[in-house]
Protein backbone atom coordinates (compact mmCIF):
# COMPACT_ATOMS: atom_id res chain seq x y z
CA UNK A 1 0.00 0.00 0.00
CA UNK A 2 2.40 2.44 -1.26
CA UNK A 3 -0.04 5.24 -0.17
CA UNK A 4 -0.94 4.17 3.14
CA UNK A 5 -3.99 4.12 5.33
CA UNK A 6 -6.81 6.96 5.57
CA UNK A 7 -9.37 7.06 8.00
CA UNK A 8 -12.31 8.99 9.10
CA UNK A 9 -13.12 8.59 12.70
CA UNK A 10 -16.16 9.68 14.50
CA UNK A 11 -16.96 10.14 18.11
CA UNK A 12 -19.92 10.73 19.61
CA UNK A 13 -19.66 9.11 23.07
CA UNK A 14 -20.09 12.11 25.66
CA UNK A 15 -20.25 15.45 25.57
CA UNK A 16 -18.16 16.10 22.65
CA UNK A 17 -19.14 15.81 19.49
CA UNK A 18 -16.00 14.94 17.42
CA UNK A 19 -14.80 14.17 13.82
CA UNK A 20 -10.79 13.72 12.33
CA UNK A 21 -8.68 12.01 9.53
CA UNK A 22 -5.48 10.12 10.58
CA UNK A 23 -3.26 8.85 7.88
CA UNK A 24 -0.28 6.85 8.25
CA UNK A 25 1.97 5.81 4.92
CA UNK A 26 3.93 3.10 4.91
CA UNK A 27 7.10 3.11 7.21
CA UNK A 28 6.18 7.16 8.39
CA UNK A 29 4.90 8.23 11.58
CA UNK A 30 0.64 8.64 11.41
CA UNK A 31 -0.17 12.08 10.56
CA UNK A 32 -3.45 13.76 12.29
CA UNK A 33 -4.86 15.75 9.16
CA UNK A 34 -7.87 16.85 10.55
CA UNK A 35 -9.50 17.22 14.10
CA UNK A 36 -12.21 18.37 14.97
CA UNK A 37 -14.05 19.15 18.41
CA UNK A 38 -17.37 20.77 18.87
CA UNK A 39 -18.05 20.51 23.12
CA UNK A 40 -21.70 20.86 24.53
CA UNK A 41 -20.19 22.41 27.97
CA UNK A 42 -22.50 25.14 27.58
CA UNK A 43 -25.99 22.78 26.94
CA UNK A 44 -25.12 21.02 29.89
CA UNK A 45 -23.80 24.12 32.01
CA UNK A 46 -27.60 24.87 34.12
CA UNK A 47 -27.90 21.32 35.05
CA UNK A 48 -24.73 20.21 37.25
CA UNK A 49 -23.87 17.36 34.69
CA UNK A 50 -23.95 16.08 31.31
CA UNK A 51 -27.66 15.24 30.46
CA UNK A 52 -27.58 12.34 28.13
CA UNK A 53 -31.04 13.52 25.92
CA UNK A 54 -29.54 16.37 25.88
CA UNK A 55 -25.98 15.20 24.75
CA UNK A 56 -27.46 12.92 21.94
CA UNK A 57 -29.73 15.51 20.84
CA UNK A 58 -26.95 17.61 19.80
CA UNK A 59 -24.97 14.50 18.72
CA UNK A 60 -27.59 13.89 16.23
CA UNK A 61 -27.49 17.57 14.11
CA UNK A 62 -23.94 17.99 14.58
CA UNK A 63 -22.04 14.79 13.57
CA UNK A 64 -22.41 15.16 9.49
CA UNK A 65 -21.16 18.82 9.88
CA UNK A 66 -18.07 17.88 11.78
CA UNK A 67 -17.00 15.22 9.07
CA UNK A 68 -17.21 18.02 6.49
CA UNK A 69 -15.78 20.58 8.59
CA UNK A 70 -12.51 17.52 9.08
CA UNK A 71 -12.86 16.27 5.93
CA UNK A 72 -12.25 20.34 4.47
CA UNK A 73 -9.77 21.05 7.16
CA UNK A 74 -7.75 17.76 5.51
CA UNK A 75 -8.48 18.55 2.28
CA UNK A 76 -9.40 15.44 1.08
CA UNK A 77 -12.87 13.75 -0.16
CA UNK A 78 -14.36 10.40 0.66
CA UNK A 79 -12.51 8.83 -1.93
CA UNK A 80 -9.43 9.21 -0.38
CA UNK A 81 -10.83 7.57 2.69
CA UNK A 82 -9.90 3.65 3.13
CA UNK A 83 -12.34 3.34 5.71
CA UNK A 84 -14.58 4.77 8.55
CA UNK A 85 -14.30 4.28 12.45
CA UNK A 86 -16.58 4.84 15.16
CA UNK A 87 -17.04 5.02 18.72
CA UNK A 88 -19.21 1.66 19.10
CA UNK A 89 -19.53 2.06 22.77
CA UNK A 90 -19.04 2.46 26.01
CA UNK A 91 -21.06 5.78 26.16
CA UNK A 92 -24.21 7.60 26.75
CA UNK A 93 -26.17 5.51 24.11
CA UNK A 94 -28.29 8.39 22.71
CA UNK A 95 -24.66 9.61 21.53
CA UNK A 96 -23.28 6.34 20.55
CA UNK A 97 -26.09 5.54 18.45
CA UNK A 98 -26.55 8.95 16.50
CA UNK A 99 -22.64 8.30 15.61
CA UNK A 100 -22.59 4.59 14.59
CA UNK A 101 -25.76 5.55 12.45
CA UNK A 102 -23.75 8.56 10.98
CA UNK A 103 -21.07 6.17 10.01
CA UNK A 104 -22.85 3.61 8.68
CA UNK A 105 -24.95 6.22 6.33
CA UNK A 106 -21.31 7.35 5.12
CA UNK A 107 -19.91 4.40 5.06
CA UNK A 108 -23.10 2.71 2.76
CA UNK A 109 -23.06 5.85 0.51
CA UNK A 110 -19.74 5.62 -0.15
CA UNK A 111 -18.57 2.35 -0.56
CA UNK A 112 -16.26 2.27 2.46
CA UNK A 113 -15.47 -0.36 5.57
CA UNK A 114 -16.93 0.50 8.71
CA UNK A 115 -14.79 -0.08 11.86
CA UNK A 116 -16.69 0.14 15.22
CA UNK A 117 -14.08 1.29 17.76
CA UNK A 118 -14.20 0.84 21.64
CA UNK A 119 -13.55 4.06 22.87
CA UNK A 120 -11.55 3.24 25.70
CA UNK A 121 -9.03 1.65 23.09
CA UNK A 122 -9.19 4.97 21.31
CA UNK A 123 -7.73 6.69 24.94
CA UNK A 124 -5.24 3.15 25.03
CA UNK A 125 -3.81 3.44 21.88
CA UNK A 126 -3.09 7.20 21.63
CA UNK A 127 0.59 6.99 22.82
CA UNK A 128 1.22 5.10 19.66
CA UNK A 129 -0.10 7.84 17.32
CA UNK A 130 1.73 10.48 19.86
CA UNK A 131 4.97 9.02 20.37
CA UNK A 132 5.15 5.66 18.23
CA UNK A 133 5.44 3.94 21.80
CA UNK A 134 5.48 -0.31 20.78
CA UNK A 135 3.60 -2.64 22.67
CA UNK A 136 3.56 -3.67 25.45
CA UNK A 137 2.90 -0.55 27.96
CA UNK A 138 0.88 0.35 30.76
CA UNK A 139 -1.85 2.77 30.37
CA UNK A 140 -4.28 4.93 33.23
CA UNK A 141 -7.42 5.89 31.69
CA UNK A 142 -8.50 8.59 33.73
CA UNK A 143 -11.14 11.07 32.64
CA UNK A 144 -14.78 11.99 34.02
CA UNK A 145 -16.23 8.22 32.87
CA UNK A 146 -13.67 5.46 34.01
CA UNK A 147 -10.45 4.99 35.65
CA UNK A 148 -8.65 1.94 35.06
CA UNK A 149 -4.92 0.51 34.37
CA UNK A 150 -4.62 -1.45 31.04
CA UNK A 151 -1.86 -3.46 30.17
CA UNK A 152 -1.64 -2.67 26.06
CA UNK A 153 -0.38 -5.60 24.71
CA UNK A 154 -2.32 -5.08 20.85
CA UNK A 155 -4.53 -3.08 19.21
CA UNK A 156 -7.21 -5.65 20.52
CA UNK A 157 -5.15 -7.21 23.73
CA UNK A 158 -5.92 -5.30 26.86
CA UNK A 159 -5.66 -6.76 30.35
CA UNK A 160 -7.04 -4.47 33.18
CA UNK A 161 -5.21 -4.95 35.81
CA UNK A 162 -7.34 -2.97 38.24
CA UNK A 163 -9.98 0.17 38.09
CA UNK A 164 -12.26 2.47 40.34
CA UNK A 165 -15.00 0.33 41.59
CA UNK A 166 -17.46 3.80 42.44
CA UNK A 167 -17.14 6.91 40.67
CA UNK A 168 -14.60 8.15 37.81
CA UNK A 169 -11.73 11.05 39.27
CA UNK A 170 -12.86 13.27 36.65
CA UNK A 171 -16.53 13.54 37.78
CA UNK A 172 -14.90 14.28 41.71
CA UNK A 173 -13.69 16.83 40.15
CA UNK A 174 -16.59 18.16 38.64
CA UNK A 175 -18.68 17.38 42.14
CA UNK A 176 -15.87 19.18 43.95
CA UNK A 177 -16.13 22.24 41.77
CA UNK A 178 -20.06 22.53 42.09
CA UNK A 179 -20.14 21.71 46.08
CA UNK A 180 -17.20 24.77 45.91
CA UNK A 181 -19.37 27.07 44.02
CA UNK A 182 -16.70 26.95 41.08
CA UNK A 183 -17.60 26.61 37.15
CA UNK A 184 -17.57 23.67 34.92
CA UNK A 185 -15.82 21.61 33.87
CA UNK A 186 -14.37 20.92 37.43
CA UNK A 187 -10.29 20.03 36.78
CA UNK A 188 -9.20 22.96 35.37
CA UNK A 189 -11.13 25.16 37.92
CA UNK A 190 -10.31 23.12 41.30
CA UNK A 191 -6.76 22.77 39.82
CA UNK A 192 -6.50 26.53 39.43
CA UNK A 193 -7.85 27.27 42.90
CA UNK A 194 -5.88 24.93 44.88
CA UNK A 195 -2.69 26.48 43.44
CA UNK A 196 -1.33 28.16 47.24
CA UNK A 197 -3.31 26.28 49.33
CA UNK A 198 -2.49 24.19 51.78
CA UNK A 199 -3.37 20.39 51.39
CA UNK A 200 -2.66 19.49 54.83
CA UNK A 201 -5.10 21.66 56.50
CA UNK A 202 -8.09 18.86 55.95
CA UNK A 203 -7.59 15.20 56.54
CA UNK A 204 -8.98 13.55 53.16
CA UNK A 205 -9.15 9.73 52.89
CA UNK A 206 -7.06 7.91 50.68
CA UNK A 207 -9.28 5.08 50.05
CA UNK A 208 -8.34 1.34 49.43
CA UNK A 209 -4.17 2.38 50.13
CA UNK A 210 -5.19 -0.27 52.94
CA UNK A 211 -6.12 -2.87 50.44
CA UNK A 212 -3.62 -5.30 47.70
CA UNK A 213 -4.43 -5.01 44.03
CA UNK A 214 -4.76 -1.88 41.73
CA UNK A 215 -8.45 -1.07 42.62
CA UNK A 216 -9.75 2.34 43.35
CA UNK A 217 -12.73 4.17 45.23
CA UNK A 218 -13.39 7.69 44.92
CA UNK A 219 -16.96 8.44 46.25
CA UNK A 220 -15.95 8.12 49.70
CA UNK A 221 -13.32 11.32 48.92
CA UNK A 222 -16.40 13.07 47.55
CA UNK A 223 -18.18 12.98 50.93
CA UNK A 224 -15.33 13.70 53.03
CA UNK A 225 -15.31 17.27 50.70
CA UNK A 226 -18.77 17.67 51.41
CA UNK A 227 -18.40 17.10 55.08
CA UNK A 228 -15.89 19.40 55.61
CA UNK A 229 -17.69 21.69 53.10
CA UNK A 230 -20.55 21.57 55.43
CA UNK A 231 -18.99 22.25 58.73
CA UNK A 232 -17.28 25.36 57.32
CA UNK A 233 -20.42 26.81 56.84
CA UNK A 234 -21.91 25.81 59.48
CA UNK A 235 -19.74 27.46 61.63
CA UNK A 236 -18.47 30.63 59.50
CA UNK A 237 -21.74 31.23 57.53
CA UNK A 238 -20.00 30.59 54.55
CA UNK A 239 -16.48 29.48 52.60
CA UNK A 240 -13.80 31.99 52.72
CA UNK A 241 -11.59 31.87 49.54
CA UNK A 242 -8.74 30.59 51.78
CA UNK A 243 -11.26 27.51 52.45
CA UNK A 244 -11.86 26.86 49.19
CA UNK A 245 -8.29 26.84 48.54
CA UNK A 246 -7.49 24.43 51.12
CA UNK A 247 -10.11 22.59 49.85
CA UNK A 248 -9.13 22.20 46.68
CA UNK A 249 -5.66 21.23 47.28
CA UNK A 250 -6.28 19.14 49.46
CA UNK A 251 -8.65 17.14 47.54
CA UNK A 252 -6.67 16.99 44.68
CA UNK A 253 -3.86 15.74 46.73
CA UNK A 254 -5.82 12.91 48.00
CA UNK A 255 -6.66 12.13 44.37
CA UNK A 256 -2.88 12.36 43.29
CA UNK A 257 -1.41 9.97 46.06
CA UNK A 258 -4.07 7.22 45.44
CA UNK A 259 -3.67 7.51 41.66
CA UNK A 260 0.54 7.52 41.86
CA UNK A 261 0.60 4.38 44.44
CA UNK A 262 -2.09 2.49 42.67
CA UNK A 263 -0.04 3.20 39.53
CA UNK A 264 3.20 2.16 41.40
CA UNK A 265 1.79 -1.30 42.21
CA UNK A 266 0.53 -1.75 38.35
CA UNK A 267 3.65 -0.86 37.13
CA UNK A 268 5.23 -3.40 39.69
CA UNK A 269 2.94 -6.37 38.01
CA UNK A 270 4.27 -5.56 34.74
CA UNK A 271 7.77 -6.96 33.27
CA UNK A 272 9.21 -5.24 29.47
CA UNK A 273 7.23 -2.25 29.61
CA UNK A 274 8.00 -0.17 26.67
CA UNK A 275 6.41 3.41 28.86
CA UNK A 276 3.58 4.03 30.95
CA UNK A 277 1.26 6.53 29.49
CA UNK A 278 -1.89 8.71 30.91
CA UNK A 279 -4.96 9.02 29.17
CA UNK A 280 -7.97 11.48 29.40
CA UNK A 281 -8.71 14.72 30.78
CA UNK A 282 -7.49 14.26 34.43
CA UNK A 283 -4.38 13.49 32.64
CA UNK A 284 -4.33 17.50 32.32
CA UNK A 285 -3.89 18.01 35.71
CA UNK A 286 -0.16 19.32 36.62
CA UNK A 287 -0.16 17.57 40.07
CA UNK A 288 -1.01 14.54 39.10
CA UNK A 289 0.82 14.79 35.88
CA UNK A 290 3.61 15.41 37.63
CA UNK A 291 3.11 12.55 40.39
CA UNK A 292 2.98 9.65 37.72
CA UNK A 293 6.03 11.00 36.14
CA UNK A 294 8.54 10.81 39.05
CA UNK A 295 6.83 7.67 39.47
CA UNK A 296 8.18 6.25 36.31
CA UNK A 297 11.54 7.83 36.40
CA UNK A 298 11.78 6.37 39.66
CA UNK A 299 10.91 2.82 38.32
CA UNK A 300 12.84 3.49 35.20
CA UNK A 301 10.01 3.20 32.57
CA UNK A 302 9.34 6.28 30.13
CA UNK A 303 6.49 8.54 31.00
CA UNK A 304 4.36 9.79 28.19
CA UNK A 305 1.07 11.91 28.60
CA UNK A 306 -0.31 13.49 25.34
CA UNK A 307 -0.86 16.69 24.42
CA UNK A 308 -4.11 17.75 26.18
CA UNK A 309 -6.48 17.74 22.93
CA UNK A 310 -5.75 14.34 22.12
CA UNK A 311 -6.00 13.31 26.11
CA UNK A 312 -9.47 14.70 26.53
CA UNK A 313 -12.56 13.19 23.98
CA UNK A 314 -11.61 13.47 20.33
CA UNK A 315 -11.93 11.63 17.29
CA UNK A 316 -8.12 11.20 16.20
CA UNK A 317 -8.05 8.30 18.47
CA UNK A 318 -10.81 6.64 16.95
CA UNK A 319 -9.45 7.13 13.98
CA UNK A 320 -6.08 6.05 14.67
CA UNK A 321 -7.70 2.93 17.33
CA UNK A 322 -9.41 1.85 13.53
CA UNK A 323 -6.47 2.75 11.34
CA UNK A 324 -4.84 -0.42 13.43
CA UNK A 325 -7.83 -2.70 14.02
CA UNK A 326 -8.59 -1.90 9.99
CA UNK A 327 -4.72 -3.07 9.66
CA UNK A 328 -4.90 -6.06 11.81
CA UNK A 329 -8.05 -7.15 9.66
CA UNK A 330 -11.29 -5.85 11.60
CA UNK A 331 -14.38 -5.05 9.75
CA UNK A 332 -17.98 -4.93 11.03
CA UNK A 333 -20.52 -5.17 9.52
CA UNK A 334 -23.98 -2.70 8.45
CA UNK A 335 -25.34 -4.28 11.76
CA UNK A 336 -23.03 -2.72 14.05
CA UNK A 337 -24.63 -2.02 18.08
CA UNK A 338 -24.01 0.54 19.97
CA UNK A 339 -23.42 -0.63 23.38
CA UNK A 340 -23.65 1.47 26.46
CA UNK A 341 -21.15 -1.21 28.22
CA UNK A 342 -18.00 -2.23 26.39
CA UNK A 343 -15.28 -3.92 28.77
CA UNK A 344 -11.88 -3.48 26.84
CA UNK A 345 -10.97 -6.78 28.79
CA UNK A 346 -13.64 -8.91 28.43
CA UNK A 347 -11.89 -11.65 30.44
CA UNK A 348 -11.34 -9.59 33.72
CA UNK A 349 -14.25 -9.49 36.44
CA UNK A 350 -16.68 -6.96 36.33
CA UNK A 351 -15.58 -3.97 38.61
CA UNK A 352 -19.38 -2.10 37.91
CA UNK A 353 -22.47 -2.86 36.61
CA UNK A 354 -23.59 -6.50 36.30
CA UNK A 355 -26.82 -8.32 35.67
CA UNK A 356 -28.90 -7.60 32.12
CA UNK A 357 -27.14 -4.55 30.83
CA UNK A 358 -23.70 -6.88 31.50
CA UNK A 359 -20.69 -4.59 32.84
CA UNK A 360 -19.99 -1.33 32.97
CA UNK A 361 -15.93 -2.11 33.37
CA UNK B 1 -35.11 15.47 -14.50
CA UNK B 2 -38.38 16.22 -13.50
CA UNK B 3 -38.99 16.00 -9.49
CA UNK B 4 -41.49 13.30 -10.16
CA UNK B 5 -39.49 10.82 -12.27
CA UNK B 6 -36.76 10.83 -9.16
CA UNK B 7 -35.59 7.73 -7.42
CA UNK B 8 -35.82 8.44 -3.50
CA UNK B 9 -35.08 6.02 -1.06
CA UNK B 10 -37.46 6.43 2.39
CA UNK B 11 -37.13 5.24 5.66
CA UNK B 12 -38.88 5.84 9.14
CA UNK B 13 -38.04 3.93 12.62
CA UNK B 14 -40.29 6.90 14.33
CA UNK B 15 -42.15 3.99 15.94
CA UNK B 16 -42.26 0.13 16.71
CA UNK B 17 -41.20 -0.72 13.46
CA UNK B 18 -38.04 -0.28 10.65
CA UNK B 19 -39.98 0.73 6.99
CA UNK B 20 -38.38 1.46 3.82
CA UNK B 21 -39.58 2.19 0.53
CA UNK B 22 -37.59 2.92 -2.79
CA UNK B 23 -39.47 4.75 -5.21
CA UNK B 24 -38.89 5.64 -8.90
CA UNK B 25 -40.86 8.15 -10.69
CA UNK B 26 -43.52 7.61 -8.50
CA UNK B 27 -43.70 3.94 -8.93
CA UNK B 28 -42.75 1.89 -5.69
CA UNK B 29 -39.84 -0.66 -6.66
CA UNK B 30 -39.59 -1.96 -3.36
CA UNK B 31 -40.91 -1.69 0.28
CA UNK B 32 -40.27 -3.45 3.50
CA UNK B 33 -41.70 -2.67 6.95
CA UNK B 34 -40.73 -4.70 9.84
CA UNK B 35 -42.19 -4.06 13.55
CA UNK B 36 -40.27 -4.08 16.23
CA UNK B 37 -39.32 -2.77 19.51
CA UNK B 38 -35.76 -2.25 19.62
CA UNK B 39 -33.23 -3.30 17.19
CA UNK B 40 -33.82 -0.76 14.50
CA UNK B 41 -30.09 0.57 14.44
CA UNK B 42 -28.70 -2.72 13.96
CA UNK B 43 -31.62 -3.46 11.32
CA UNK B 44 -31.53 -0.56 9.24
CA UNK B 45 -29.13 -0.59 6.96
CA UNK B 46 -29.36 -4.10 6.16
CA UNK B 47 -32.57 -3.44 5.32
CA UNK B 48 -32.22 -0.85 3.23
CA UNK B 49 -29.75 -2.07 1.30
CA UNK B 50 -32.39 -5.18 0.36
CA UNK B 51 -34.59 -2.97 -0.50
CA UNK B 52 -32.05 -1.65 -3.09
CA UNK B 53 -30.92 -4.87 -4.37
CA UNK B 54 -34.83 -5.93 -4.98
CA UNK B 55 -35.51 -2.44 -6.67
CA UNK B 56 -32.33 -3.35 -8.82
CA UNK B 57 -30.64 -0.02 -7.90
CA UNK B 58 -27.35 0.95 -5.85
CA UNK B 59 -26.64 3.90 -3.36
CA UNK B 60 -25.14 6.39 -6.51
CA UNK B 61 -28.05 5.68 -8.37
CA UNK B 62 -30.47 7.84 -5.69
CA UNK B 63 -31.39 11.01 -6.83
CA UNK B 64 -32.49 12.03 -2.78
CA UNK B 65 -33.30 10.04 0.50
CA UNK B 66 -36.15 11.19 2.59
CA UNK B 67 -35.99 10.54 6.41
CA UNK B 68 -39.40 10.32 8.84
CA UNK B 69 -38.36 12.51 11.32
CA UNK B 70 -41.11 12.02 13.93
CA UNK B 71 -42.35 13.11 16.41
CA UNK B 72 -42.20 9.68 18.15
CA UNK B 73 -39.82 7.58 20.24
CA UNK B 74 -36.94 9.81 20.05
CA UNK B 75 -34.29 7.41 20.05
CA UNK B 76 -36.07 6.26 16.97
CA UNK B 77 -36.28 9.15 15.02
CA UNK B 78 -32.89 10.16 15.95
CA UNK B 79 -31.50 6.65 14.42
CA UNK B 80 -33.23 7.51 11.49
CA UNK B 81 -32.30 11.30 10.85
CA UNK B 82 -28.11 10.23 11.62
CA UNK B 83 -28.43 7.74 9.17
CA UNK B 84 -29.82 9.49 6.34
CA UNK B 85 -27.43 12.86 7.06
CA UNK B 86 -24.55 10.30 6.65
CA UNK B 87 -26.19 9.20 3.85
CA UNK B 88 -26.48 12.64 2.50
CA UNK B 89 -23.30 13.83 2.99
CA UNK B 90 -21.50 10.48 1.24
CA UNK B 91 -23.85 10.72 -2.02
CA UNK B 92 -24.15 14.28 -2.04
CA UNK B 93 -27.77 14.25 -2.49
CA UNK B 94 -30.08 15.92 -0.01
CA UNK B 95 -31.77 14.23 2.56
CA UNK B 96 -35.60 15.79 3.17
CA UNK B 97 -37.01 15.53 6.51
CA UNK B 98 -41.05 14.69 6.30
CA UNK B 99 -43.11 14.40 9.28
CA UNK B 100 -45.24 11.80 10.76
CA UNK B 101 -47.80 14.56 10.08
CA UNK B 102 -47.05 14.90 6.50
CA UNK B 103 -46.64 11.31 5.81
CA UNK B 104 -50.50 10.50 7.52
CA UNK B 105 -51.95 12.83 5.59
CA UNK B 106 -50.36 12.12 2.24
CA UNK B 107 -52.40 11.74 -0.39
CA UNK B 108 -56.21 12.26 1.76
CA UNK B 109 -58.05 14.70 0.26
CA UNK B 110 -59.02 17.54 2.02
CA UNK B 111 -57.96 18.68 5.51
CA UNK B 112 -56.41 16.18 7.77
CA UNK B 113 -56.36 16.06 11.46
CA UNK B 114 -53.32 13.78 11.98
CA UNK B 115 -52.46 11.90 15.37
CA UNK B 116 -49.29 10.45 16.88
CA UNK B 117 -48.83 9.04 20.11
CA UNK B 118 -47.13 10.97 22.57
CA UNK B 119 -47.12 8.21 25.27
CA UNK B 120 -48.23 8.96 28.50
CA UNK B 121 -51.96 9.38 27.91
CA UNK B 122 -51.28 12.39 25.40
CA UNK B 123 -51.33 12.47 21.81
CA UNK B 124 -50.00 15.36 18.80
CA UNK B 125 -52.03 16.74 16.98
CA UNK B 126 -51.61 18.54 13.97
CA UNK B 127 -54.25 20.00 11.12
CA UNK B 128 -52.71 20.07 7.49
CA UNK B 129 -54.49 20.90 4.67
CA UNK B 130 -52.54 20.63 1.27
CA UNK B 131 -49.49 22.65 1.80
CA UNK B 132 -50.79 24.27 5.00
CA UNK B 133 -50.01 23.70 8.53
CA UNK B 134 -50.81 24.61 11.86
CA UNK B 135 -48.68 24.58 14.80
CA UNK B 136 -48.22 21.24 16.56
CA UNK B 137 -50.35 20.68 19.70
CA UNK B 138 -49.49 18.09 22.22
CA UNK B 139 -52.75 17.05 24.49
CA UNK B 140 -54.06 14.45 27.21
CA UNK B 141 -56.03 12.06 25.06
CA UNK B 142 -59.12 12.55 27.58
CA UNK B 143 -59.12 16.51 27.89
CA UNK B 144 -58.59 17.19 23.97
CA UNK B 145 -58.53 21.23 23.47
CA UNK B 146 -61.08 22.71 20.74
CA UNK B 147 -58.91 22.61 17.88
CA UNK B 148 -60.65 25.62 14.93
CA UNK B 149 -60.52 23.88 11.83
CA UNK B 150 -60.68 20.44 13.30
CA UNK B 151 -64.81 19.81 12.48
CA UNK B 152 -64.90 18.05 9.25
CA UNK B 153 -61.50 16.62 8.95
CA UNK B 154 -60.22 13.30 8.45
CA UNK B 155 -59.01 12.34 11.74
CA UNK B 156 -55.66 9.76 10.75
CA UNK B 157 -53.71 8.31 13.07
CA UNK B 158 -53.06 7.41 16.69
CA UNK B 159 -56.96 7.02 18.61
CA UNK B 160 -58.43 8.19 14.99
CA UNK B 161 -61.56 7.25 16.60
CA UNK B 162 -61.58 9.17 20.01
CA UNK B 163 -60.31 12.32 18.49
CA UNK B 164 -62.53 12.59 15.84
CA UNK B 165 -65.37 11.77 18.18
CA UNK B 166 -64.13 14.87 20.63
CA UNK B 167 -63.06 17.65 17.96
CA UNK B 168 -66.49 17.20 15.32
CA UNK B 169 -63.75 14.67 13.27
CA UNK B 170 -64.24 12.22 10.99
CA UNK B 171 -61.64 8.63 11.55
CA UNK B 172 -60.09 7.75 8.40
CA UNK B 173 -57.47 5.28 7.44
CA UNK B 174 -54.06 6.79 6.38
CA UNK B 175 -53.76 6.37 2.59
CA UNK B 176 -50.29 5.03 2.29
CA UNK B 177 -47.53 2.98 4.11
CA UNK B 178 -45.62 5.27 6.19
CA UNK B 179 -42.26 4.84 4.11
CA UNK B 180 -43.88 5.24 0.82
CA UNK B 181 -46.08 8.55 2.05
CA UNK B 182 -42.50 10.18 3.12
CA UNK B 183 -40.96 9.36 -0.37
CA UNK B 184 -44.19 10.79 -2.23
CA UNK B 185 -43.88 13.97 -0.11
CA UNK B 186 -40.28 14.47 -0.77
CA UNK B 187 -40.34 13.68 -4.44
CA UNK B 188 -42.82 17.05 -4.07
CA UNK B 189 -40.24 19.07 -2.35
CA UNK B 190 -36.87 17.75 -4.05
CA UNK B 191 -37.46 20.98 -6.65
CA UNK B 192 -36.73 23.61 -4.11
CA UNK B 193 -33.50 23.27 -1.71
CA UNK B 194 -34.49 21.67 1.61
CA UNK B 195 -32.65 22.09 5.04
CA UNK B 196 -30.99 19.26 6.77
CA UNK B 197 -33.57 16.63 8.49
CA UNK B 198 -33.71 17.35 12.20
CA UNK B 199 -35.71 15.20 14.80
CA UNK B 200 -39.40 17.03 15.87
CA UNK B 201 -39.24 16.53 19.28
CA UNK B 202 -42.29 18.25 20.36
CA UNK B 203 -41.15 17.10 23.90
CA UNK B 204 -38.18 18.75 25.90
CA UNK B 205 -35.21 16.75 27.50
CA UNK B 206 -36.14 15.84 30.85
CA UNK B 207 -33.61 16.96 32.72
CA UNK B 208 -33.63 18.64 36.08
CA UNK B 209 -31.39 21.54 37.05
CA UNK B 210 -28.53 21.26 39.28
CA UNK B 211 -30.08 20.82 42.83
CA UNK B 212 -26.60 21.37 44.10
CA UNK B 213 -26.70 25.29 45.82
CA UNK B 214 -23.31 26.84 45.87
CA UNK B 215 -22.23 27.89 49.10
CA UNK B 216 -21.64 31.58 50.01
CA UNK B 217 -18.27 33.14 49.36
CA UNK B 218 -17.43 35.34 52.27
CA UNK B 219 -15.17 38.74 51.67
Not at chain 2, 190 to 219: E, H, N, T
Request: charged share 20%; proline share 7%; with cysteine.
Amino acid sequence: MPRGLTILGLESSCDDTAAAVVRQRAGARPEILASVVHGQTALHADYGGVVPEIAARAHAEKLDICVEEALAQAGIGLAEIDAVAVTAGPGLIGGVLSGVMCAKGIAAGAGLPLVGVNHLAGHALTPRLTDGLDFPYLALLVSGGHCQFLLVEGCDAFTRLGGTIDDAPGEAFDKTARLLGLPQPGGPAVERTARGGDPARFSFPRPLLDRPGCDMSFSGLKTALLRARDALIAEQGGLYEADRRDLCAGFQAALRDVLAEKSRRALDQCTGLTGFAVAGGVAANAAIRAALSSLAEAEGVPFLAPPLALCTDNAAMIAWAGLELFRAGHRDGFDLAARPRWPLDGAAPALLGSGRKGAKA
Amino acid sequence: MPPDAARILAFDTSAAHCAAALLSGGTVLATRSEEMDRGQAERLFPLLEEVLAEGGLGWRDLDAVAVGTGPGNFTGIRIAVAAARGLALSLSRPAIGVSGFEALAEAAPGPVLASIDARRGMVHLQLLDGEQAAAPVTAPLDALPPLPGAAGAACIGHEAGAVAAVLGARAAAPRLPVAQAIAQVAARRRDRPQPRPAPLYLRGADAAPASDQPPVILP
